[in-house]
């Protein structure tokens, strides 16, 4: 069965600072991966899509950015962060014709 | 105006209740509608998956769409405390299986209280 591993859980990072959030994949391959960032009392807002190696594309202009080194790992990565980049980010493939499946996310704050 | 609008609640129901979770949207090409379970600090689970028009029954949900009125609905029979969750609506079209994202609603949280 499909598993996604996002590390960290919970990240608390000062204003400025780079980040880097990986997301990787077990038992699936060539999957589409997502990015999501989910704020307070708001839907899930897909920032990056990957359809396979270093196929990226963005969906909201923004400060971070997204790679995919490997056909199982998805990173999202900022150079300066700021205080609007708070949020509990979640990495997702999709399975079948829409299905999406989720890790269990990571929740920064920018301080 | 939202693609996908959805209550935020807090939805407060005492234990064995019937819970009614609703969604609209504004995009007709939606065709794949899923409701998606989300407990505190963890990533949301999909619960129920429906195509097109009709009801779809899964052990104590019921997912429901109505495509001419642009409605979904998930139904809770019985509910229990730990169905106390926050609940996603997610819809996506056709036109989207390239990418094959998914649009949400907000979520609303449930409480059932026992």
């Known amino acids: 069965s499909q598993t996604i591993h996002q590390w960290p859980a919970t990240l608390v990072q000062p204003v400025g600072s780079p980040l880097s959030l990986e997301c990787t994949v077990e038992?699936?391959?060539?999957?589409?991966l997502y990015w999501y960032r989910q704020a307070a009392g708001r839907g899930l807002q897909l920032l990056f899509y990957?359809?396979?190696?270093?196929?990226i594309s963005s969906e909201v202009p923004q400060n971070l950015s997204a790679s995919r080194p490997q056909d199982r790992q998805f990173i999202l990565s900022s150079k300066k962060l700021l205080l609007s980049d708070s949020g509990f980010y979640l990495c997702?493939?999709?399975?079948?014709?829409?299905?999406?499946?989720f890790g269990q996310g990571t929740r920064l704050t920018v301080v | 105006q939202k693609e996908v609008e959805q209550d935020p609640g807090p939805l407060s129901v005492p234990e064995g209740a019937i819970v009614s979770l609703n969604c609209t949207y504004s995009?007709?090409?939606?065709?794949?509608f899923m409701w998606y379970r989300q407990y505190s600090r963890k990533g949301p689970e999909l619960l129920m998956y429906?195509?097109?028009?009709g009801n779809k029954e899964d052990g104590r949900f019921t997912a429901q769409v109505d495509k001419s009125s642009k409605y979904i609905s998930l139904f809770i029979r019985d509910s229990q405390p730990s169905d106390s969750a926050t609940y996603l609506c997610?819809?996506?079209?056709?036109?989207?299986?390239?990418?094959?994202?998914?649009?949400f609603g907000s979520g609303t949280r449930l409480q059932v209280q026992p």
């Open positions: 997702a493939l999709s399975r079948g014709n829409t299905e999406a499946f």
């Open positions: 038992g699936t391959s060539n999957p589409n």
């Open positions: 990957s359809i396979g190696i270093d196929q």
């Open positions: 995009n007709s090409a939606f065709q794949y």
């Open positions: 429906t195509y097109s028009s």
């Open positions: 997610a819809m996506s079209s056709r036109m989207d299986t390239g990418r094959r994202a998914l649009t």
